[in-house]
């Protein structure tokens, strides 16, 4: 895709399982996001990015795949996902696909012929190793989950590597065979017309060789520095680019790559070197996260997320693509970590959209964060779903610690915590989720009595919700190219609260204030503000009163808009 439309796109993360149910299962399927086709359309995003839908065992939500070539049957079937790929195109949306291709299921077939015996020829699509000398792990490496990153199988006496679950066994991509399938499957479906992927977990498909043992000392997960941006992965990457993206020059490739330096964020991404269009800029979800345990909470300050801003902008702005959110499914909603001291939720969510939308980069926005909805905490572990969630809880239960303090943790940290479905209609008893309204999700919802305003069905009634305020920000970035093309300025860089920056685009100069305390800032001035000589116009404020021009009322003010 070519840079400028890169850059002035706005993509929107649907999680299948819990976006909307068509058929009565509790679960969510591509019928289902077909139905809520105009509420996307009228939310103004350009890009939908598609969670995985291919055939699963589903023990991580479709992230492990047994048919790439397949849609799960709870998703539906190729000719509804050929029909809803069809009704985008039709408005001018594009659909990217999840591209999950560091793993499979262990119920792929490549999978089931590998482990049979030693000879297979699909032997070497995994990576398998005997047990060291003294009958441990062939190294110490853990999985995200952390659990030991290799599971023995007794059919050939060797253990094989999973740098994710068990049953998510990692591909070896140093086997060129393995390497045409994946691009042989990778021109199928772009032969289908989809307008690209979002590539997972894409910078840990090469190995060091060697595996060999980690420090324990290193962060969470011990092993990473030797699998994440390996030997071989700008190598594999160009080759992919060159068997399959290269000859489909309008789609849009984003790679999910965590930990980069910004030198490497520019060895994916620049132009010339044909890998990726972008990559996500992760490090902002790292905040609030001890680095060595990803059930801790650790402090976080407003200095840190201005670091990460200005780093990615200064270093890779001018020259190549970088996507920025504020929450996905695989990290809890961001309002209670990053502004949770706030006493009004939907002020602050306008904030943090604000801050997304206003911020370089290219918006993609999680599901649900539109309506500004809090993350879900269940009292009971019997209500989460997420794999290593259940680990974590069973296994910190059982080495003595009580279940209140292990849930308080699992309530700020865990996956599911973005998970529930989505809130469509407040006069349903599902919310809408499904037709029939009796029937339960395969997720439960939140506590009711908390959810009061949050659905669709309420905002688009009401003046001034978060929905609205969504709208508002992506129309804008159609009509204003500052937003998407600005330089950027930060101001006030000592200030423990408020964030403040501008953008500047040919005759344009914007100036965005955000105060993430939620008591009133002090603000100095006398420096910044003479880059605004002449009297200054409020475009846009997440506080329904506070100023605007005088000689317009808020509503007729926000309608004037479309017109500024
Ligand atoms: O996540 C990969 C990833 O990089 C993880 O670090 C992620 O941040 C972690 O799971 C958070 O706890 C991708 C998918 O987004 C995730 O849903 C999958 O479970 C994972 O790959 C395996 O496919």
Redesign the pocket.
């Known amino acids: 895709m070519e840079n400028k439309t890169a850059r002035e796109s706005v993509i929107y993360q649907i999680y299948p399982p819990s976006f909307m149910d068509s058929n009565n299962d509790g679960w969510g399927d591509l019928n289902g996001i077909a139905t809520r086709i105009p509420y996307l359309h009228q939310l103004g995003i350009d890009t939908i990015w598609l969670g995985p839908v291919y055939d699963s065992p589903m023990i991580?939500n479709g992230?492990d795949i047994r048919d790439y070539y397949k849609i799960d049957p709870k998703y539906g079937t190729m000719e509804q996902f050929e029909s809803l790929l069809e009704q985008l195109h039709h408005i001018d949306m594009k659909l990217i696909m999840d591209l999950?291709i560091?793993?499979t299921s262990d119920e792929h077939p490549w999978f089931e012929q590998s482990r049979s015996a030693k000879d297979n020829p699909y032997r070497d699509y995994y990576i398998w190793r005997p047990a060291k000398s003294d009958g441990t792990e062939p190294n110490n490496w853990r999985s995200?989950q952390n659990e030991s990153a290799w599971t023995y199988d007794e059919q050939t006496d060797e253990y094989y590597l999973h740098l994710?679950d068990r049953k998510?066994p990692d591909l070896n991509w140093e086997h060129p065979p393995l390497r045409q399938e994946i691009y042989k499957m990778i021109r199928w479906w772009l032969d289908k017309g989809i307008d690209g992927f979002r590539l997972?977990?894409i910078n840990m498909i090469s190995k060091h060789p060697d595996l060999p043992d980690a420090s324990e000392d290193d962060p969470h997960p011990i092993g990473q520095k030797y699998y994440k941006n390996g030997p071989r992965i700008h190598e594999f990457l160009q080759e992919l680019n060159r068997e399959t993206f290269a000859h489909y020059p309008h789609i849009l490739t984003i790679g999910?790559a965590?930990s980069l330096t910004m030198e490497q964020v520019l060895e994916y991404t620049l132009p010339d070197r044909k890998e990726l269009n972008m990559v996500l800029a992760m490090d902002m979800m790292r905040l609030g996260k001890d680095p060595h345990d990803?059930w801790r909470s650790a402090d976080w300050s407003v200095s840190q997320l201005k670091e990460s801003v200005a780093k990615w902008y200064e270093h890779v702005f001018a020259r190549g693509e970088y996507g920025v959110y504020l929450s996905?499914?695989?990290?809890p909603r961001m309002i209670p970590d990053v502004v949770g001291h706030h006493e009004h939720n939907m002020t602050a969510a306008k904030l943090i959209a604000t801050f997304l939308h206003l911020i370089p980069g290219v918006p993609l926005v999680y599901q649900g964060e539109e309506l500004g909805l809090p993350n879900t905490t269940y009292d009971r572990i019997e209500d989460y779903r997420d794999q290593?969630t259940v680990h974590y809880y069973e296994e910190a239960v059982a080495n003595g610690q009580s279940a209140e303090k292990v849930l308080s943790g699992i309530h700020k940290r865990s996956?599911d915590g973005s998970r529930s479905p989505m809130l469509w209609d407040h006069q349903h008893h599902n919310f809408g989720f499904s037709p029939d309204e009796h029937v339960e999700p395969w997720i439960p919802f939140p506590e009711k009595r908390g959810l009061k305003g949050y659905s669709v069905s309420e905002q688009e009634e009401q003046r001034g919700s978060v929905l609205s305020y969504y709208r508002h920000l992506i129309a804008m970035r159609k009509q204003f190219p500052i937003m998407s093309h600005g330089s950027f300025t930060m101001l006030l860089k000592d200030h423990s609260e408020v964030f403040a920056f501008i953008r500047e685009w040919q005759s344009q100069r914007w100036l965005i204030l955000l105060n993430f305390a939620d008591i009133e800032a002090e603000i100095d001035w006398t420096q910044e503000y003479r880059v605004f000589p002449t009297s200054m116009v409020k475009i846009l404020g997440n506080y329904p009163h506070t100023a605007h021009p005088p000689h317009l009322e808020e509503e007729q003010y926000i309608e004037d808009l479309q017109y500024l």
């Open positions: 991580d992230y999950v560091n793993h995200f994710f998510q997972d977990a999910e965590p990803p996905t499914h695989d990290h290593g996956r």
